[in-house]
Nanobody
Framework: VQLQASGGGLVEAGGSLRLSCATS????????MVWYRQAPGKQRELVAY???????NYADSVKGRFTISRDNAKNTMHLQMNSLKPEDTAVYHC??????????WGKGTQVTVSS
């Protein structure tokens, strides 16, 4: 099973990025997916969640700016990030939880927002 996050980069405050988490080796439609982020010196933070059925939830800090989505046909999850702020700077990781409870992590992608 592999999860691969991509789409990070350097962007100015107010800009946008779209992160992707591509999966393989597993039935994607049975995964509940999460984006986490971790900034230097800070605890890991849950950013957004999407269930296998498409229900979503967001951290208060990103509500109204970030949108999580999934494309079961392409085995991929996305995180559209708009109105980015310097405090969004972090390494973003995706995680999948299978219906049987197994968890799978992808390598992170760096997001840097300049002021």
């Amino acid at each position: 099973v592999q999860l691969q996050a991509s789409g990070g980069g350097l962007v100015e405050a107010g800009g946008s990025l779209r992160l992707s988490c591509a999966t393989s080796g597993i039935t994607f439609s049975r995964l509940a997916m999460v984006w986490y982020r971790q900034a230097p010196g800070k605890q890991r933070e849950l950013v957004a969640y999407i269930s296998s059925g498409g229900s979503t939830n967001y951290a208060d800090s990103v509500k109204g700016r970030f949108t999580i989505s999934r494309d079961n046909a392409k085995n991929t999850m996305h995180l559209q990030m708009n109105s980015l702020k310097p405090e969004d700077t972090a390494v973003y990781h995706c995680k999948g939880t299978y219906y049987n409870g197994m968890q799978y992590w992808g390598k992170g992608t760096q997001v840097t927002v300049s002021s």
